[in-house]
């Protein structure tokens, strides 16, 4: 027997945008599953949405970790027997924005880069499918950035044209093609498939610089984690508005 409550599971959800979303998809009366690789740093976050009034508790997830993954799908299996929204929100950055590192970017920033953002995504999503197609409207919320569009990478004067950093750009590039190509074997069936761009928001990987506070920050993946029947599938997002792939 499945709950009728959406349940929603957020990779990273311990602190930053991961965790705002955990806290607006809460205050929509969905249950939160906050995933973080540090339990007692999930714990501490869901115990304060908890305060909250929000129905929220923590997994260990390190999302890179292939027995933390079957572990989280047996336990969310056990306790809901569906799983509605998968927030995909994990991600590293290990390079300066702009730093121009096309020649100089060592192997193992490229490998730990991909195995965070994009190899993880897919083997996560692949891990909580079946929990997916259990639902009346699965979304599968891939979170990207800007930085993964190759068109504005390539436009001369474009607003990150002169931001290239070679391992998270084209990390976000290899996850937007997950986005399409998932979202195309998944036409047809109740699962929505869309990549999100948060904006630049102050978060630690952000940093102060960053002009967009967390709320405003989360609100993109909040919105493609509750996409209605007829919403759209297989795009890349940041506030309603369409972005170059
Ligand atoms: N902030 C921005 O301006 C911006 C712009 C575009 C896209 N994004 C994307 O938005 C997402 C969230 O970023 P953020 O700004 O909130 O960054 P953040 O504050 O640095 O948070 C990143 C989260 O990901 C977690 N994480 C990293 N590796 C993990 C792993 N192997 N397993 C599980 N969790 C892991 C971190 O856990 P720990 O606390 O344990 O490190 C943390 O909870 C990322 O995918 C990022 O690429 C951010």
Not at 119 to 136: E, G, M, Q, R
Not at 180 to 185: G, Y
């Amino acid at each position: 027997m499945s709950t009728a409550k959406k349940v929603a599971l957020i990779s990273g959800a311990n602190k930053g945008i991961g965790f705002e979303t955990a806290r607006q998809l809460g205050q929509k009366g969905i249950t939160v599953v906050l995933g973080a690789r540090d339990l007692a740093k999930g714990e501490a976050a869901a115990a304060t949405l908890k305060k909250e009034g929000i129905d929220a508790r923590a997994v260990k997830f390190d999302v890179v970790d292939a027995a933390d993954v079957k572990a989280a799908a047996d336990t969310i299996g056990k306790e809901f027997g569906k799983l509605d929204i998968l927030v995909n929100n994990a991600g590293v950055m290990f390079e300066a924005i702009g730093g121009n590192n096309s020649s100089t970017v060592s192997d193992e920033t490229l490998r730990k880069t991909f195995d965070t953002n994009f190899f993880s995504v897919i083997a996560v999503t692949n891990a909580f499918l079946p929990l997916l197609k259990k639902s009346d409207a699965g979304r599968i919320v891939n979170v990207s950035s800007i930085l993964g569009s190759l068109t504005l990478h390539a436009t001369e004067g474009s607003p990150i044209y002169e931001a290239k950093a070679l391992a998270y750009d084209a990390s976000k590039a290899a996850q937007n093609a997950y986005t399409i190509h998932l979202a195309h074997e998944l036409k047809g069936t109740k699962i929505k498939v869309n990549s999100a761009h948060p904006g630049w928001v102050k978060t630690d990987m952000g940093t102060d610089a960053a002009p967009m506070n967390v709320v405003d920050g989360a609100k993109t993946e909040v919105e493609l984690a509750t996409l209605g029947p007829d919403g759209p599938t297989g795009g890349f997002f940041h506030l309603g508005e369409a972005i170059s792939w």
